[in-house]
């Protein structure tokens, strides 16, 4: 037997132990949960908890019912002809009548759209399958490093990898957005028969639909229902100087020394990891960093921010770890010890077992705040880089792991997005807006806790930055504001290399227009893994007389534009709207938008298209239709809707502004 009824707000569909609940969930949007036997409402996920409550029209008709929310409906069928017989679920745009998305059966007799394929005590494997489009192309769902913008064809794992960041949310060509909203470790599949999501063990499936007139208000939706980000602070628009790892005060305030010796712009540096006394403690080692208030302090008198990395893992000779162990405040595990990474720790020759904080606790993200803000906070550090925070289990087991929000194959893809809310609660606590944070994984409604992505641990060659590409606009897909690269990738790179040279010139130039400008990297020669390691130099002026030149040029390109990307941020902050994006957010319009995956748009007016090849002096460069731009440097103005061959010498990249906007990008 199956029926359809009407219930507060929302429809309900049961068939068999199924019972489907749809509910109106912001404008033009709404929420399906599927369940064997009830929904759950104490299952973590991305959306707020309280949603906008538009009204919402619903209509039965027997086997049929729609739900009307604004310019998105949602019709439901029941084909009582069938014995296995499961609800099918259809998205439309109510203006048009159009199809965005439609659920689809595996197999005409059993299994239908959706599986459930019981583990015991309630988990199941789940499985939801979506009609497949000719045609669509499909942006978003976090970083990944395939080198690909439109993901369609692809088959991506759901899980959070160093350099792989699972944001389940996507932007179709077809006109909506769709959050795959449980933190479940899966897997998604793309493939021209069909679109099928997998959770590999969870209780109930939950996603969420919009619509709007353009990916631009599709965006801006699903801001509106996972969060906005606040706004970031006009310091943290500047350069960040860092590099693995400067090993002391004297080491780092040296190089801050000499920025401004040579009259360079410096907002933040960066202190690494093995700072710390043991991973756990949460503090300086006062044998290398003596006096990091007064540190702090001289740094401010330079106008320059320290930043700090934190990492989640807890050493058993941490003077933490005995009371956070016995407080439960400690990622568990379903078998073995509650040990989860070998470690060199300071003071010890060889590996040993290390643990983490389990971030999905309340009670354990206030002791970590208590302990960073007594140890770093109180002394005036502001900033903070939280690293490793997948977590950085090896080997990468989630399903063996126990979290305070339940179990790992469950709510794994959460923690990192919780390590945020870490620092987030805490500056709330203090009264203090200025949070920014640079994350090296999140996951969906990140942003709302201020949380900036980087790239992860990439190589330092050309084919990496042409990947960071579209790394970079995929993760603005996904509604992420905040996102940067280490400038020359972070694995390798010889300071001497002349190929080396040149990519660390091109990657500044390409980093100078993204939301975030950070140098970073593990240059040759390198020592071995522990306490002790440094890279090789990777100050700007370690390159050689030319490519100083060319990266001083950059830096100062950087200056020109902080108020432009500042008003742009603040966009971000109002709207969910993105600084940086693929062309055709502006440009939806146009169907050549949608298939460029190499160049970009800076806010409204700077299109930047980034060289990736070696000694490449020119490249094609497609102008959108619906404007004129202009090169900022010759003053040509040339049509939109055409391609040009774009001079790039070694001192810049090709840019062009909209309509001759009138940005400071040439000096």
Known sequence: MTAIRSVENGLEVSSHRQLLRIEPWGTD??????????????????????????????????DRATLVNGDLTVAVHIDP?????????VFRRTSTGEELLAEERA???????????????????????????????????????????????????????????????????????????????????????????????????DYWVTTGSGPAQILSR?????G????????????????????????????????????????????????WTHLGDWKFDPAEWPDPAGMVKELADLGVRLMVSIWPTVSPYSENYRQMEAEGLLVGTESGVAHHAPWKDKGFEVEMPVAFYDSTNPRAREFVWSRVRENYYNLGVKAFWIDACEPEVRPNHPGNLAFHAGPGNEVFNL?????????????????????????????????????????????????????????????????????TTDIGGFHGGDPDDPEFRELIVRWFQFNAFCPLFRLHGYRDPKKPFGPDMTGGPNEVWSFGDEAYEHITATLELRERLRPYLAAQLTVAHETGVPPMRPLFVDFPDDPRAWEIEDQFLL????????????????????????????????????????????????????VFLRNGAQIPVAP
């Open 29 to 62: 949007s709404v929420r399906v949960r599927v369940a064997l036997g009830r929904i759950r409402d104490d299952i973590p996920g991305a959306l707020l908890a309280s949603a906008p409550d538009p009204a919402a029209e619903i209509t039965i008709d027997g």
């Open 107 to 205: 197999h005409f007799w059993w299994p239908g759209p959706r599986l459930f394929q019981p583990h015991g005590n309630g988990f199941h494997r789940l499985e939801q399958r979506f009609r497949a489009y000719d045609g669509e192309r499909l942006y978003g769902l976090g970083q990944h490093t395939h080198g690909r913008l439109d993901q369609k064809g692809l088959v991506l794992d759901l899980v959070q990898r160093n350099a792989e960041i699972s944001i389940p949310f996507l932007v179709s060509s077809r006109g909506y957005g769709l959050l795959w909203n449980m933190p479940a470790v899966g897997r998604v599949e793309f493939a021209d028969n069909g679109t099928r999501w997998v959770a590999d063990g969870a209780r109930q499936i």
């Open 222 to 226: 699903y801001a509106d229902a996972t």
């Open 81 to 89: 002809g069938e014995a296995e017989s499961e609800a099918e679920v």
């Open 415 to 483: 923690y990192s997005r919780e390590s945020a809310r870490t620092f987030a609660e805490g500056f709330a606590a203090e009264g203090d807006d200025e949070l920014v944070l640079l994350c090296r994984s999140g996951w969906a409604g990140g942003q709302r806790y201020g949380a900036a992505l980087w790239s992860g641990d990439i190589a330092a060659t050309f084919d990496s930055l042409r990947r960071q590409v579209r790394a970079g606009l995929n993760v603005a897909m996904s509604g992420v504001p905040w996102w």
């Open 603 to 654: 806010g409204p007016d700077v299109l930047v298209a980034p060289i990736t090849e070696y000694r490449s002096r020119s490249r094609s460069v497609y102008l959108p239709a619906g404007a004129d731009w202009v090169d900022p440097w010759s003053g040509a103005r040339h049509p939109g809707g055409s391609t040009l061959e774009a001079d790039a010498p070694l001192g810049r990249i090709p």
């Open 228 to 275: 906005h980000p606040p706004l970031l602070p006009d310091w943290a628009t500047g350069f960040w100087q860092c590099k693995l790892r400067y090993r002391t005060q004297e080491e780092l305030m040296s190089v801050v020394r000499e920025h401004k010796r040579r009259g360079l712009p410096m907002s933040v540096i960066i202190t690494d990891f093995f700072h």
